[in-house]
């Protein structure tokens, strides 16, 4: 029979009736005639508290004991959910990471899925089981020890489950309805896109939109994995939510997809360093190596030898960031006149596919923005993307007015 | 090094500051040069938390799922007191049960232990590792699913590694500072008992005088292991608490040692049943496969061929007795006019190994129920303990009156 995998979030099993709803949906797909694959999440607030317990235990605990206290959240989730199952006459059992075996890397709280061997629930489906349900976000190391995948891991073992059983779709039950040209909160006319590539979805999720943990979609896309994303709390239907799917199987779609944005970036500048071959490398292998996430860079014309270098990073890595420049500076590798942090920003992105093949769409976004007087810190670009930083109290009237401009709000 | 099992019950680890606490106590057996298994329970609530979630979503639960959900709140624990002993530069890991392995029978929500393989945990202790933290409660069956060992298993599980690791002691650690003569909330004439035997304590255990699991008793006494019960919540002292020992090991003892008492049991009556050889095992089999505890029986006289049989089991065993007996009803196995439940009762026992060779304990316990008026429904005996089936009004009063009469208030 066909596999199909249907992966449930927290808040779509936060409670015991919740669960049921989200049950009566696996159902559909049993009687559809798929043998199903359910992930799912902890029921919502129950990982935090487990990750509060263990950061008042021990700041700096040991990683292979905080995989073992939070993973305990969806081993219950796992048993609740196969019992509503059975409740309702259909053949389930749950599994934990360790018992399928979903192997992974030992970097435990961020390990890599390595493996997932399909023979023990492939036997059960043959002996007539039709609903495996397996723990997210949990597995386990060469050592035997229990591993997790980092926040949002289950989404990623949904994806990893349909890769290794060949699944006709993943779709991912979340508390939202599906991918949005913006942010709804911020706009009335966002409007929910039928289907979006891995790439651009690749661009949104790394972007600040939360929808999909950003590994998911990468392992989607390297699977050819039809990803779909949709609300439990909406009626089923057959269109519901958003196909995240190859280009090739999008017909027609707007220059511009999707608008982004994100409070959680810092602008950093170092003010006058030298201008020479290597500062580049003197400045960001220390950044790198310390763990920040650079993204933007731009280096400003130099005069006089010297130069400013201005970077993005998250704003919770802003402390480390400047550690790490302090101590090369210290240790003379790296000379510059001061490190200036600002916190007060935003980035507002435009994503699309279809910039590849026309033109102008970054002049469109610049005039927009200065038809509203919003005064542009910082540029990157990719292939699909153009990002800009600027003062975060424009965030909402910038993501607005390029919503407009790109008239997001009616479809291709 | 000598090896000591530490057992703490779930209102000793409720909180991250009891955790530390019990913790401490750990560090001080550490100190005295132990290598110490700990055994935690969950966080107090956790268990019947998840019993209550199970239960809700299906009432007649597949027990295989049961055990997947009710073991997490262990996992959580022994994490939580790796993490701590850590901090307190100890050097920790936890275990699930899957992961020593502790190899049980597949009687899922009731599991036997079958063997407890000491080679990976000794090879830790041989790497310096100080403290095992074990999660109790659960185990892993032949066919790789979780099980668990019913409730308060984790003091079978602590008696079990004291036993497969040779253990000079085990310590149970719970929120009481020891085995009473009975409940102290009931009279606060109950004394503690510096020393109990072996099978005073299981007809205590059995009778509910919940300190300790029956099992974990009867391990004891199997394996001969020291069994020491005290409270979490006392200063640590070298005569802290109850040993439970041979009996060749307590010189003195009162004729009666305790009375005991459990609300949790119901008068059953099969009413006009056949009186034929025969008609207990049509009675009994059928009970005993759908996994009710019986535990006292009596059979009235019969007359034209009719008999009434009544008998006691849990009460949260009612539901499912009734069920057994009418299935028998149906297929024409057994006949009956009715079956009466009442739950509206209480037992009450003395329990001492004095009994064996001192006459007139029951005619005393007889007479001091009668002289309060109180009328006795069923009565059961064995060497050391004589069991009474009372209306639940009347239990504080005949526990009150029965440790009058037998003077428990004075050590012997």
């Given at each position: 029979m066909p596999v199909l995998v249907m992966k449930f979030g927290g808040t779509s099993v936060a409670t015991l009736d919740r669960i049921k709803r989200a049950a009566k949906r696996v159902a559909l797909e049993v009687a559809k005639g798929y043998d199903v694959i359910v992930i799912v999440s902890a029921m919502s607030g129950k990982t935090n508290e487990l990750v509060g317990w263990v950061n008042e235990t021990s700041p700096l605990y040991d990683a292979r004991e905080y995989d073992a206290v939070v993973s305990s959240g969806e081993n219950v989730t796992a048993g609740l959910m196969a019992l509503t199952l059975q409740e309702m006459d259909i053949p389930a059992r749950?599994?934990?990471g360790w018992q399928v075996p979903l192997i992974t890397s030992s970097a435990h709280a961020a390990a890599r899925i390595e493996d997932i061997p399909n023979d023990n629930i492939n036997a059960k489906f043959a002996e007539g089981m039709r609903v495996a349900v397996v723990a997210g976000f949990q597995g386990i190391s060469k050592e035997g020890r229990i591993t997790t995948l980092g926040r949002g891991g289950s989404d990623t073992t949904a994806v990893a489950f349909a890769?290794?059983?060949?699944?006709?779709?993943?779709?991912?039950?979340?508390?939202?309805?599906?991918?949005y040209t913006t942010d709804p909160r911020i706009t009335d006319k966002a409007r929910k896109l039928d289907k979006i590539s891995f790439e651009e979805m690749l661009e949104l999720a790394s972007l600040g939109a939360k929808v999909l943990q950003t590994r998911s979609v990468e392992l989607a896309m390297r699977y050819?994995?039809?990803?779909?994303?949709?609300?439990?709390?909406?009626?089923?239907?057959d269109n519901a939510g958003t196909l995240v799917c190859d280009e090739e199987e999008i017909m027609e779609s707007n220059v511009v997809s999707g608008i982004a944005y994100s409070r959680d970036e810092a602008k950093m500048t170092?003010?006058?360093v030298e201008d020479r071959p290597g500062?580049?490398?003197?400045?960001?292998?220390?950044?790198?190596e310390a763990g920040v996430n650079v993204d933007m860079i731009i280096q400003n014309i130099g005069e006089d030898g010297l130069t400013d270098m201005t970077f993005s990073c998250p704003t919770d890595q802003v402390l480390r960031a400047q550690k790490a420049l302090d101590a090369a500076k210290d240790s003379g590798a790296l000379v510059f006149q001061e490190?200036?942090?600002?916190?007060?920003?935003?980035?507002?992105?435009a994503?699309?596919?279809?910039?590849?093949?026309?033109?102008?769409?970054a002049a469109k976004m610049f005039q927009t923005l200065s038809d509203e007087g919003i005064n542009i810190k910082v540029i990157a670009t990719s292939e699909i993307k153009i990002s800009v930083l600027i003062d975060r109290k424009y965030m909402e009237l910038a993501v607005q007015a390029l919503h407009d401009a790109f008239e997001l709000e009616k479809a291709s």
């Open positions: 749950s599994w934990q890769a290794a059983f060949d699944a006709e779709r993943c779709d991912i039950y979340t508390d939202v309805d599906g991918v050819h994995v039809k990803l779909r994303v949709l609300s439990s709390f909406e009626e089923p239907s170092l003010v006058s500062i580049a490398a003197a400045i960001f292998a220390p950044l790198s490190l200036i942090a600002d916190t007060n920003v935003a980035k507002v992105s994503v699309g596919i279809g910039m590849r093949s026309q033109s102008g769409v």
